[in-house]
Every structure is written in structure tokens, then in C-alpha cells.
Nanobody
Framework: VQLQASGGGLVQAGGSLRLSCSASGRAFSRYTMAWFRQAPGKEREFAASISWADGSTYYADSVKGRFTISRDNANNAVYLLMNNLKPEDTAIYYC??????????????????WGRGTLVTVSS
């Protein structure tokens, strides 16, 4: 599967953005999908995931209650709605896919497929 993230940009603190990730290839519905992010000078970290099996979602504590991950299997897409953004959310955001993977996988090594990231900048 090939992934392409989009929707990043510059937003003020407290604002919202919606990221999209489009996937090409077959059997998109059998992939657990996730969003990771990498801030300048830091390691890539897990943000959110959505299971292929039952659509259950899982979030990092740092984004819980502010971010919402969703998927549209008919259109091979996954989304990340980010509300109440904070300057510390500034990062490159990447979508990732794991074939029939656990919906609670949080390590980068657990995802085989990655898209090119999209930059989110939150100004204070």
C-alpha cells in the first residue's frame, strides 16, 4: 500500500486542522492505520491508531480528547481531526499502515508502510 498525507499548515494555538491520508493498493480495509508525528530534534512518536478489525481507536495521552482518528474504507482514506491545537503539537505528521495489525500498536517498527509527512505548525 502507498500512502500520501495532506492537510498540514500553519494554525494558531486553539485552532483546528484536519489531516487526510489517501491510500493506493488493495485491501485497505485490512490495514490498521495510524498517525505518528515527529517534532524538530525529537524521535517520531505515536499519536493515534484505528483498527482494521472493528474500527476501535487508540490515542497517545498527549492528544487524547483533542484529536480524533477516523477512516473511510470505501475511499481508502484515514483522517486525523485535531482540535485545540497547542504549540507543542508542531511536527511533521505521518500516516502509517500495518497489515491486519493490532489496533494498539504504538511503535514505529510495528508499521510496515509509511507515507511522506505533512507539516503542522502551531503558533502561540
Amino acid at each position: 500500500v502507498q500512502l500520501q498525507a495532506s492537510g498540514g499548515g500553519l494554525v494558531q494555538a486553539g485552532g483546528s486542522l484536519r489531516l487526510s491520508c489517501s491510500a493506493s493498493g488493495r485491501a485497505f480495509s485490512r490495514y490498521t492505520m495510524a498517525w505518528f508525528r515527529q517534532a524538530p530534534g525529537k524521535e517520531r512518536e505515536f499519536a493515534a491508531s484505528i483498527s482494521w478489525a472493528d474500527g476501535s481507536t487508540y490515542y497517545a495521552d498527549s492528544v487524547k480528547g483533542r484529536f480524533t482518528i477516523s477512516r473511510d474504507n470505501a475511499n481508502n482514506a484515514v483522517y486525523l481531526l485535531m482540535n485545540n491545537l497547542k504549540p507543542e503539537d508542531t511536527a511533521i505528521y505521518y500516516c502509517a499502515a500495518d497489515w491486519v495489525g493490532s489496533g494498539r500498536a504504538t511503535m514505529t517498527s510495528e508499521y510496515a508502510y509509511w507515507g511522506r509527512g505533512t507539516l503542522v505548525t502551531v503558533s502561540s
